[in-house]
C-alpha cells in the first residue's frame, strides 16, 4: 500500500517560509530517523531532478542527504538523464514535469523507498507501480491553496477598479489630467 504525505511535520519546519515552499521532507516519509542520525558516517543518497528547487529547501535537505542535482545547465532533466542517476538511491525528489513510470522506477532497484514531489497532484507517478514496489509517495497537496486565493483577491481588485485599463491609458498617454469620474 502506498503511503502518502500531507503534511511536513513541525519538527522539521526551521522556519515559516519552508512550510510555504512546499518542500515534502524525504526525512519522515519512509526513511528512518537512525539511519539520518548525525552519528551515521553513511547519508543516504537522493536524486533531486532539478537545479531550481527553493535554495533553503535543498540545504535543509543536504543537512541530511546526499544529494545529486540532475541537469545543472538546463531545468528540466530527460528520462534518460534520471534513469542513470536514480541507480542505487533511496529516494527521489521531482517535479511535475517528471515523469516517474515503471521505467525509472525498475531503473532505480531495490534501494528506492521514496518519490518525492513539489506538486499538488502525483498524475506524474505511476502510483500502481510504487504500490507493487513498495515505493512510499510524498507530495504537497496544499501548497498553492493560500497562493491561489491571493491572486484571486488581486485579480478581482484590479477588475473592480479597471486597473488594467488604467494602466493601459497611462502607457498610451490617454490620461493627460486629474478628472473626478475618469475611469469610474
Not at 519546519?13 to 521532507?25: D, F, Y
Amino acid at each position: 500500500m502506498v503511503s502518502i504525505l500531507r503534511t511536513i511535520p513541525s519538527s522539521w519546519q526551521t522556519a515559516k517560509s519552508v512550510s510555504r515552499i512546499g518542500l515534502p521532507l524525504l526525512t519522515r516519509v519512509g526513511m528512518a530517523d537512525s539511519a539520518c542520525s548525525p552519528l551515521d558516517e553513511k547519508k543516504l543518497k537522493i536524486l533531486v531532478t532539478r537545479p531550481d528547487y527553493p535554495t533553503n529547501g535543498i540545504e535543509l535537505l543536504e543537512k541530511k542527504f546526499d544529494l545529486e542535482i540532475l541537469s545543472k545547465g538546463k531545468a528540466i532533466a530527460s528520462k534518460e538523464e534520471i534513469i542513470q542517476g536514480i541507480k542505487g538511491k533511496s529516494g527521489i525528489f521531482c517535479c511535475l514535469n517528471d515523469k516517474i513510470d515503471k521505467d525509472i522506477l525498475k531503473a532505480a532497484g531495490p534501494s528506492l523507498r521514496v518519490v518525492s514531489t513539489m506538486s499538488v497532484g502525483v498524475e506524474h507517478i505511476d502510483i500502481d507501480e510504487c504500490r507493487k514496489l513498495s515505493i512510499k509517495i510524498g507530495y504537497t497537496p496544499y501548497v498553492l491553496t493560500e497562493a491561489t486565493a491571493e491572486l484571486t483577491m488581486a485579480l478581482l481588485l484590479a477588475t473592480s477598479r479597471r486597473l488594467f485599463e488604467a494602466h493601459s491609458q497611462l502607457r498610451t498617454g490617454g490620461w493627460t489630467s486629474w478628472a473626478p469620474v475618469w475611469m469610474c
